[in-house]
C-alpha cells in the first residue's frame, strides 16, 4: 500500500484533502445562483450548508453529535463532534485549509473521495456560500488538543487563524449571522429548521440532533429544545409519516443493503388510502422530481408483486388488467441512496439522473420484497387484495376521467358555464380565482379586471377528496369545473394519473373564499384536492391564496382595511388612544359583503393585494398533515387544533 493509501485508510485528514475548484467572488452579486432565493428559503439554506458539513463527517464515521442553536440575536451556531475542519497550511493556496474552506467557492473534503465516499448537499457551494452572505461568521475549531478560531465578515477574513486554549474534543463550532443589506427575510423559523433535522435523524440512524431556541426563554429561564434520534432509520420514518393512516401490515418492510457499490435503504408499507407517496433521498438530498433510483424501486417492486400474485392464483378471478400504478396505490415509501458522484438534471436539479442506479435499485427491491412475500403470505395476500382493488376502482375511475376529459378545455364550448373567462390567451399573464360561493362570485366577476382576471365560482365545500376513492373524485361536479377550466388533463396513457399540465391556461390560480373558518375549512378542502391530484401546479409555484380583510374601522377621515385582530387593534391605538368605543369596526362575515369596488382593491387589485403562494416545504410532512386535517382518524385531529388554537385566527 503507498503512503497516500494509507493516509486515506487511516482517515488522514488534513490541508492536501481540501481541493480547491473556484473562486468566491459572485455569491454576493448574485446570491440567488447559489442558495435558491434571499428570503426565507434562502436563509434557511444557509443553516442547511453548515450542516451538510457536519452530516458528511457523520457519513464518513467520524461525527454522531451535531447540535443547531438560533441565538438571541438572530444568528445561527453549529455544533458538531467530528475530526474538526483542517488548520493547517494549504501551499497552493498559501493560507490555513480552514481560510480555504470558508473563503474558496466549492473548497472541502469532499471533492477528496478518500476523504468522503459521499456527501450531502444540492449545490455543493459549501460553508464558504455562507460566509460570503454572512455579516459576521466565526468558526472555532477542536482539533489536535488545541482549540482555534477565526472571524470573518462577508466572506473576508478579520485576522490569522489563532490558537485560543487546549482542548480534549474534537469538532467543529460554526456561528453566523446573515447579511441584513442581501436577505429580505431575517428571522429563522424554528419548524423550518426543527423538520429538516427530524428528516435528517430519519436519514441518518444512529445519529443524535438537537435544535435549541435562545430568542424566547421560558419562564424559568430554559430554552425551547428538541432532540432528534432514530434507532432504526427509514422503518420510523415511515411510521410518522403514516402514524394517522390505517395500515394494512402490522411492520414496515425494511430493505438495508448494497448494490455495485451503492448503498440503499428502502422502508416501505401500505395503507387503506388511494394515494402513492414515495419520497426519494440521495446523499440526504430530497429528490423531488423522482429519477433513476425511483424507476429502479418502481420497477422492482411491480415485476416482483405481480410475479406472486400470478404465482400464488390470485390474479386468476380478475376480470381486469393490472398496471403499474395498482401495486402503488396505497403505498407509503422511503428510499434513499447514497451515490459518490451523483448527477441531477430536472427543472429544481432533484431529479437523479445516474442510471447504474436504476438497476441496483431494482436488484435490491426485487430480492427483499421476494423474500417478504414468502416469509408472509397474510400481509402478501392483503397487500394483493389492494392491488386489485385499485384495479377495479382504477377501471371505474376510466369512465369519470372520459367525462372530464371529453371536449377539448381550449375549444370554448368545454368551458364551464359558471367561468367567466379573461380575454388574455397567455397564460403567464393570466389568473383565475376560485371564488366561494355564487354570491361572491357574482361580485368579482364585476369587480375583476376582464383582461387578464377569471373568475369561476364554486358550490359550497368541494369534495373531501382525502376519504373518496379516485371515480368518485372525478364524478363530483365541481372539480370537473376545476379540470376544464384550467385545461389540465389526466395523463396522455390510458390508465396514467399523471397530471399533463401543457394547456394550463393560467398561471395563477388563487383561491378566494371568506376570511372566517369556514373559508379556512373550504381552503383546506381544495389545497387537499391540490395536493392529492394537481401537485405539479403546486410545486411550481402557481397555486395562492388571496387574503381578503376582516375588518373595515374608521375614525373620523382615517379609514383602513385590517386583516387581523392586531392590526384593528393597532387602528385603534393609534387613531383613538385605544379606546375602542370611538371606532367604528365594519367586520366582514363573508367576500359578498363587499361590493365589487372593495373586493378589487382590497382583494384583486395587484397593485394592493397580498396573496400567498402555497408551496412544500416538506413533502412527507405535508402529506402526514392533510391526512391528519382531512382524514378519518378524529384524535390526531383534534390533539392538532388543541396544540395549535392559540396561534389560529378562530371565529368568536
Same mark, same amino acid.
Given at each position: 500500500?503507498?503512503?497516500?493509501?494509507?493516509?486515506?485508510?487511516?482517515?488522514h485528514?488534513?490541508?492536501?484533502?481540501?481541493?480547491?475548484?473556484?473562486?468566491?467572488?459572485?455569491?454576493?452579486?448574485?446570491?440567488?445562483?447559489?442558495?435558491?432565493?434571499?428570503?426565507?428559503?434562502?436563509?434557511?439554506?444557509?443553516?442547511?450548508?453548515?450542516?451538510?458539513?457536519?452530516?458528511?463527517?457523520?457519513?464518513?464515521?467520524?461525527?454522531?453529535?451535531?447540535?443547531?442553536?438560533?441565538?438571541?440575536?438572530?444568528?445561527?451556531?453549529?455544533?458538531?463532534?467530528?475530526?474538526?475542519?483542517?488548520?493547517?497550511?494549504?501551499?497552493k493556496?498559501?493560507?490555513?485549509?480552514?481560510?480555504?474552506?470558508?473563503?474558496?467557492?466549492?473548497a472541502?473534503?469532499?471533492?477528496?473521495?478518500?476523504?468522503?465516499?459521499?456527501?450531502?448537499?444540492?449545490?455543493?457551494?459549501?460553508?464558504?456560500c455562507?460566509?460570503?452572505?454572512?455579516?459576521?461568521?466565526?468558526?472555532?475549531?477542536?482539533?489536535?488538543?488545541?482549540?482555534?478560531?477565526?472571524?470573518?465578515?462577508?466572506?473576508?477574513?478579520?485576522?490569522?487563524?489563532?490558537?485560543?486554549?487546549?482542548?480534549?474534543?474534537?469538532?467543529?463550532?460554526?456561528?453566523?449571522?446573515?447579511?441584513?443589506?442581501?436577505?429580505?427575510?431575517?428571522?429563522?423559523?424554528?419548524?423550518?429548521?426543527?423538520?429538516?433535522?427530524?428528516?435528517?435523524?430519519?436519514?441518518?440512524?444512529?445519529?443524535?440532533?438537537?435544535?435549541?431556541?435562545?430568542?424566547?426563554?421560558?419562564?424559568?429561564?430554559?430554552?425551547?429544545?428538541?432532540?432528534f434520534?432514530?434507532?432504526?432509520?427509514?422503518?420510523?420514518?415511515?411510521?410518522?409519516?403514516?402514524?394517522?393512516?390505517?395500515?394494512?401490515?402490522?411492520?414496515?418492510?425494511?430493505?438495508v443493503?448494497?448494490?455495485?457499490?451503492?448503498p440503499?435503504?428502502?422502508?416501505?408499507?401500505?395503507?387503506?388510502?388511494?394515494?402513492?407517496n414515495?419520497?426519494?433521498?440521495?446523499?440526504?438530498?430530497?429528490?423531488?422530481?423522482?429519477?433513476?433510483?425511483?424507476?429502479?424501486?418502481?420497477?422492482?417492486?411491480?415485476?416482483?408483486?405481480?410475479?406472486?400474485?400470478?404465482?400464488?392464483?390470485?390474479?386468476?378471478?380478475?376480470?381486469?388488467e393490472?398496471?403499474?400504478?395498482?401495486?402503488?396505490?396505497?403505498i407509503?415509501?422511503?428510499?434513499?441512496?447514497?451515490?459518490?458522484?451523483?448527477?441531477?438534471?430536472?427543472?429544481?436539479?432533484?431529479?437523479?439522473?445516474?442510471?447504474?442506479?436504476?438497476?441496483? +435499485?431494482?436488484?435490491? /427491491?426485487? &430480492?427483499?420484497l421476494?423474500?417478504?412475500?414468502? !416469509?408472509n403470505?397474510?400481509?402478501a =395476500?392483503? $397487500?394483493?387484495?389492494?392491488?386489485?382493488?385499485?384495479?377495479?376502482?382504477?377501471?371505474?375511475?376510466?369512465?369519470?376521467?372520459?367525462?372530464?376529459?371529453?371536449?377539448?378545455p381550449?375549444?370554448?364550448?368545454?368551458?364551464?358555464?359558471?367561468?367567466?373567462?379573461?380575454?388574455?390567451?397567455?397564460p403567464?399573464?393570466?389568473?383565475?380565482?376560485?371564488?366561494?360561493?355564487?354570491?361572491?362570485?357574482?361580485?368579482?366577476?364585476?369587480?375583476?379586471?376582464?383582461?387578464?382576471?377569471?373568475?369561476?365560482?364554486?358550490?359550497g365545500?368541494?369534495?373531501?377528496?382525502?376519504?373518496?376513492?379516485?371515480y368518485?373524485?372525478?364524478?363530483?361536479?365541481?372539480?370537473?369545473?376545476?379540470?376544464?377550466?384550467?385545461? +389540465?388533463?389526466?395523463? /396522455?396513457? &390510458?390508465?396514467s394519473?399523471e397530471?399533463?399540465? !401543457?394547456?394550463?391556461?393560467?398561471? =395563477?390560480? $388563487?383561491?378566494?373564499?371568506?376570511?372566517?373558518?369556514?373559508?379556512?375549512?373550504?381552503?383546506?378542502?381544495?389545497?387537499?384536492?391540490?395536493f392529492?391530484?394537481?401537485?405539479?401546479?403546486?410545486?411550481?409555484?402557481?397555486?395562492?391564496?388571496?387574503?381578503?380583510?376582516?375588518?373595515?374601522?374608521?375614525?373620523?377621515?382615517?379609514?383602513?382595511?385590517?386583516?387581523?385582530?392586531?392590526?384593528?387593534?393597532?387602528?385603534?391605538?393609534?387613531?383613538?388612544?385605544?379606546?375602542?368605543n370611538?371606532?367604528?369596526?365594519q367586520?366582514?362575515?363573508?367576500?359578498?359583503?363587499?361590493?365589487?369596488?372593495?373586493?378589487?382593491?382590497?382583494?384583486?387589485?395587484?397593485?394592493?393585494?397580498?396573496?400567498?403562494q402555497?408551496?412544500?416545504?416538506?413533502?412527507?410532512?405535508?402529506?402526514?398533515?392533510?391526512?391528519?386535517?382531512?382524514?378519518?382518524?378524529v384524535?390526531?385531529?383534534?390533539?392538532?387544533i388543541?396544540?395549535?388554537?392559540t396561534?389560529?385566527?378562530?371565529?368568536?
Amino acid at each position: 500500500m503507498s503512503e497516500e493509501e494509507k493516509k486515506k485508510a487511516s482517515g488522514h485528514y488534513s490541508a492536501e484533502n481540501i481541493q480547491v475548484l473556484e473562486g468566491l467572488e459572485a455569491v454576493r452579486k448574485r446570491p440567488a445562483m447559489y442558495i435558491g432565493d434571499v428570503s426565507e428559503k434562502g436563509l434557511h439554506h444557509l443553516v442547511y450548508e453548515v450542516l451538510d458539513n457536519s452530516i458528511d463527517e457523520a457519513l464518513a464515521g467520524y461525527c454522531d453529535e451535531i447540535h443547531v442553536v438560533i441565538n438571541e440575536d438572530n444568528s445561527v451556531t453549529v455544533i458538531d463532534n467530528g475530526r474538526g475542519i483542517p488548520v493547517d497550511w494549504h501551499e497552493k493556496e498559501q493560507k490555513s485549509a480552514l481560510e480555504v474552506v470558508l473563503t474558496v467557492l466549492h473548497a472541502g473534503g469532499k471533492f477528496d473521495k478518500g476523504t468522503y465516499k459521499v456527501s450531502g448537499g444540492l449545490h455543493g457551494v459549501g460553508v464558504s456560500c455562507v460566509n460570503a452572505l454572512s455579516v459576521h461568521l466565526r468558526a472555532e475549531i477542536h482539533r489536535g488538543g488545541k482549540t482555534y478560531v477565526q472571524e470573518y465578515s462577508r466572506g473576508k477574513a478579520f485576522a490569522d487563524v489563532e490558537i485560543v486554549g487546549d482542548t480534549d474534543k474534537t469538532g467543529t463550532i460554526i456561528t453566523f449571522k446573515p447579511d441584513d443589506t442581501i436577505f429580505t427575510v431575517l428571522e429563522f423559523r424554528y419548524d423550518i429548521l426543527a423538520t429538516r433535522l427530524r428528516e435528517l435523524a430519519f436519514l441518518n440512524a444512529g445519529i443524535t440532533l438537537s435544535l435549541t431556541d435562545k430568542r424566547a426563554p421560558r419562564e424559568d429561564g430554559s430554552f425551547k429544545t428538541e432532540r432528534f434520534y432514530s434507532e432504526t432509520g427509514l422503518e420510523e420514518f415511515v411510521r410518522y409519516i403514516d402514524k394517522n393512516k390505517e395500515s394494512l401490515i402490522q411492520d414496515p418492510i425494511h430493505i438495508v443493503t448494497e448494490k455495485n457499490g451503492i448503498p440503499i435503504e428502502i422502508a416501505m408499507t401500505y395503507n387503506d388510502t388511494y394515494n402513492e407517496n414515495i419520497f426519494t433521498y440521495v446523499n440526504n438530498i430530497n429528490t423531488i422530481e423522482g429519477g433513476t433510483h425511483l424507476t429502479g424501486f418502481r420497477r422492482g417492486l411491480s415485476r416482483t408483486l405481480k410475479k406472486y400474485a400470478e404465482d400464488s392464483k390470485m390474479l386468476d378471478k380478475v376480470k381486469v388488467e393490472i398496471s403499474g400504478d395498482d401495486f402503488r396505490e396505497g403505498i407509503t415509501a422511503v428510499l434513499s441512496v447514497k451515490v459518490a458522484e451523483p448527477q441531477f438534471e430536472g427543472q429544481t436539479k432533484t431529479k437523479l439522473g445516474n442510471t447504474e442506479v436504476m438497476g441496483a +435499485v431494482d436488484q435490491a /427491491t426485487g &430480492e427483499a420484497l421476494r423474500y417478504y412475500l414468502e !416469509e408472509n403470505p397474510k400481509e402478501a =395476500k392483503l $397487500i394483493v387484495e389492494k392491488v386489485i382493488l385499485a384495479a377495479t376502482a382504477r377501471h371505474a375511475a376510466r369512465k369519470a376521467r372520459e367525462m372530464v376529459q371529453r371536449k377539448s378545455p381550449l375549444s370554448g364550448a368545454g368551458l364551464p358555464g359558471k367561468l367567466a373567462d379573461c380575454s388574455s390567451k397567455d397564460p403567464a399573464l393570466s389568473e383565475i380565482f376560485l371564488v366561494e360561493g355564487d354570491s361572491a362570485g357574482g361580485t368579482a366577476k364585476q369587480g375583476r379586471d376582464r383582461v387578464f382576471q377569471a373568475i369561476l365560482p364554486l358550490r359550497g365545500k368541494i369534495l373531501n377528496v382525502e376519504k373518496a376513492m379516485p371515480y368518485k373524485v372525478l364524478e363530483s361536479e365541481e372539480i370537473k369545473n376545476i379540470y376544464t377550466a384550467l385545461g +389540465v388533463t389526466i395523463g /396522455t396513457e &390510458e390508465d396514467s394519473k399523471e397530471l399533463n399540465i !401543457e394547456k394550463l391556461r393560467y398561471h =395563477k390560480i $388563487i383561491l378566494m373564499t371568506d376570511a372566517d373558518v369556514d373559508g379556512s375549512h373550504i381552503d383546506t378542502l381544495i389545497l387537499t384536492f391540490f395536493f392529492r391530484y394537481m401537485r405539479p401546479l403546486i410545486e411550481k409555484g402557481y397555486v395562492y391564496i388571496a387574503t381578503p380583510p376582516l375588518y373595515l374601522c374608521k375614525r373620523g377621515k382615517a379609514e383602513e382595511y385590517c386583516y387581523d385582530e392586531r392590526q384593528r387593534r393597532i387602528f385603534i391605538d393609534t387613531y383613538a388612544d385605544g379606546n375602542e368605543n370611538l371606532v367604528h369596526t365594519q367586520r366582514y362575515k363573508g367576500l359578498g359583503e363587499m361590493n365589487a369596488e372593495q373586493l378589487w382593491e382590497t382583494t384583486m387589485n395587484p397593485a394592493n393585494r397580498t396573496l400567498k403562494q402555497v408551496t412544500i416545504e416538506n413533502m412527507a410532512d405535508a402529506d402526514m398533515i392533510f391526512t391528519m386535517l382531512m382524514g378519518e382518524e378524529v384524535a390526531p385531529r383534534r390533539e392538532f387544533i388543541e396544540e395549535n388554537a392559540t396561534y389560529a385566527n378562530i371565529d368568536a
